[in-house]
């Protein structure tokens, strides 16, 4: 089976072809960044005309590199949701498209489920297991069970940890995306310098909250002699501010492995996924979370971590393998909850 994957929810424009064995025959990514950076974010608007005028030659490149033809496809997966809905809309009716001429089955991806997916792709997880979702718009902890069944175990109540990373930075005059350049930053910063909270630590559900570690940051800067920080200040709460999300996502992820135990027994693994599992100090602090709870710790290559087509297409392969495909009615979803998908009764 084969199976081309589009990606257009947020600010790449991403096309990949994949064959069911998780071989990867073409995977090509556009990032948007440099039309985004002079507004400090994504804006939705010029992210939906950039999808418009990049898909189709995207598309191209994606199956010439792959080496493959329309024919040779057996479905064309699209992310349907959540995300900007105008980006949304020119991936699935790309693949609506492709799929009508080709004559192939159409998949409407959950984006999410592309991110929480990914792990089965790149290191064979089987189901069930412990998923820590961090990007830019999302922060979940969720059990994955199946295809399609998830049972989430908390969120953040605020901002995600992605923005979190963006908005400090911004705050801090660092380049978007924040998370990088935050993290940059911090490899020659002292994390002890500066106190900041840990929001939601030792509480005995698995929400997360973050802007309050924003707004303490703020605080941080508005007190600093100048207004603004000098170089090694600005490393010093960055240092802080990762070592604090460090912290929080470590107990967030304690209570919740300790509820999946309960619920799957032991021996099972967690996985990280989303661009912030990009983050090296991160991957550091939750491999050590998941030795004390005798959990494997699973995270995908950085390029998978961050959006791509390759977990759109590989979601698309799982859920064809279920028979699970949509019609071409399927409407875009600018929010699409990952457990309220439907559960297939395979
Ligand atoms: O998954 P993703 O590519 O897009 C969304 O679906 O949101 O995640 C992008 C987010 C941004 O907020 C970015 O700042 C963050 O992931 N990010 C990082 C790192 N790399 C990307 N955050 C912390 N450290 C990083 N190295
Ligand atoms: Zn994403």
Same mark, same amino acid.
């Given at each position: 089976?084969?199976?081309?994957?589009?990606?257009?929810?947020?600010?790449?424009?991403?096309?990949?072809?994949?064959?069911?064995?998780?071989?990867?025959? $073409?995977?090509?990514?556009?990032?948007?960044?440099?039309?985004?950076?002079?507004?400090?974010?994504?804006?939705?608007?010029?992210?939906?005309?950039?999808?418009?005028?990049?898909?189709?030659?995207?598309?191209?490149?994606?199956?010439?590199?792959?080496?493959?033809?329309?024919?040779?496809?057996?479905?064309?997966?699209?992310?349907?949701?959540?995300?900007?809905?105008?980006?949304?809309?020119?991936?699935?009716?790309?693949?609506?498209?492709?799929?009508?001429?080709?004559?192939?089955?159409?998949?409407?991806?959950?984006?999410?489920?592309?991110?929480?997916?990914?792990?089965?792709?790149?290191?064979?997880?089987?189901?069930?297991?412990?998923?820590?979702?961090?990007?830019?718009?999302?922060?979940?902890?969720? $059990?994955?069970?199946?295809?399609?069944?998830?049972?989430?175990?908390?969120?953040?109540?605020?901002?995600?940890?992605?923005?979190?990373?963006?908005?400090?930075?911004?705050?801090?005059?660092?380049?978007?995306?924040?998370?990088?350049?935050?993290?940059?930053?911090?490899?020659?910063?002292?994390? $002890?310098?500066?106190?900041?909270?840990?929001?939601?630590?030792?509480?005995?559900?698995?929400?997360?909250?973050?802007?309050?570690?924003?707004?303490?940051?703020?605080?941080?800067?508005?007190?600093?002699?100048?207004?603004?920080?000098?170089?090694?200040?600005?490393?010093?709460?960055?240092?802080?501010?990762?070592?604090?999300?460090?912290?929080?996502?470590?107990?967030?992820?304690?209570?919740?492995?300790?509820?999946?135990?309960?619920?799957?027994?032991?021996?099972?693994?967690?996985?990280?996924?989303?661009?912030?599992?990009?983050?090296?100090?991160?991957?550091?602090?939750?491999?050590?979370?998941?030795?004390?709870?005798?959990?494997?710790?699973?995270?995908?290559?950085?390029?998978?971590?961050?959006?791509?087509?390759?977990?759109?297409?590989?979601?698309?392969?799982?859920?064809?393998?279920?028979?699970?495909?949509?019609?071409?009615?399927?409407?875009?979803?600018?929010?699409?909850?990952?457990? $309220?998908?439907?559960?297939?009764?395979?």
């Amino acid at each position: 089976m084969i199976v081309l994957g589009i990606e257009t929810s947020c600010d790449e424009t991403a096309a990949a072809v994949l064959k069911a064995d998780g071989t990867v025959l $073409s995977n090509v990514v556009l990032s948007q960044l440099d039309e985004h950076r002079p507004y400090g974010g994504v804006v939705p608007e010029i992210a939906a005309r950039s999808h418009l005028d990049h898909i189709d030659d995207l598309v191209r490149q994606a199956m010439t590199d792959a080496g493959v033809s329309y024919d040779d496809l057996d479905a064309v997966a699209a992310t349907s949701g959540p995300g900007l809905i105008g980006g949304v809309i020119v991936g699935v009716m790309t693949a609506k498209a492709i799929a009508s001429a080709a004559g192939k089955p159409f998949v409407a991806v959950n984006h999410l489920e592309g991110h929480a997916l990914t792990a089965r792709l790149t290191e064979q997880v089987e189901f069930p297991y412990l998923l820590l979702l961090v990007s830019g718009g999302h922060c979940q902890l969720l $059990s994955v069970e199946g295809v399609g069944r998830y049972t989430l175990y908390g969120r953040t109540v605020d901002d995600a940890v992605g923005e979190a990373f963006d908005k400090t930075a911004k705050m801090l005059g660092l380049p978007y995306p924040g998370g990088p350049n935050v993290e940059i930053a911090a490899r020659s910063g002292d994390a $002890s310098r500066f106190k900041l909270p840990r929001p939601m630590v030792g509480r005995p559900d698995c929400d997360f909250s973050f802007s309050g570690l924003k707004t303490a940051v703020r605080q941080i800067i508005q007190k600093l002699p100048e207004g603004m920080p000098n170089e090694q200040e600005r490393a010093d709460i960055c240092a802080a501010f990762q070592e604090a999300v460090g912290d929080v996502l470590a107990d967030r992820c304690s209570r919740a492995m300790k509820r999946f135990a309960e619920e799957h027994g032991t021996g099972h693994t967690l996985v990280v996924g989303g661009g912030v599992a990009a983050n090296v100090h991160i991957r550091g602090v939750l491999t050590e979370t998941c030795k004390k709870a005798g959990m494997q710790f699973a995270a995908p290559p950085i390029n998978l971590c961050t959006d791509n087509a390759a977990m759109i297409a590989w979601a698309g392969l799982e859920r064809l393998r279920l028979g699970l495909t949509d019609t071409l009615e399927f409407a875009p979803r600018p929010r699409w909850p990952l457990d $309220s998908m439907t559960i297939p009764s395979a």
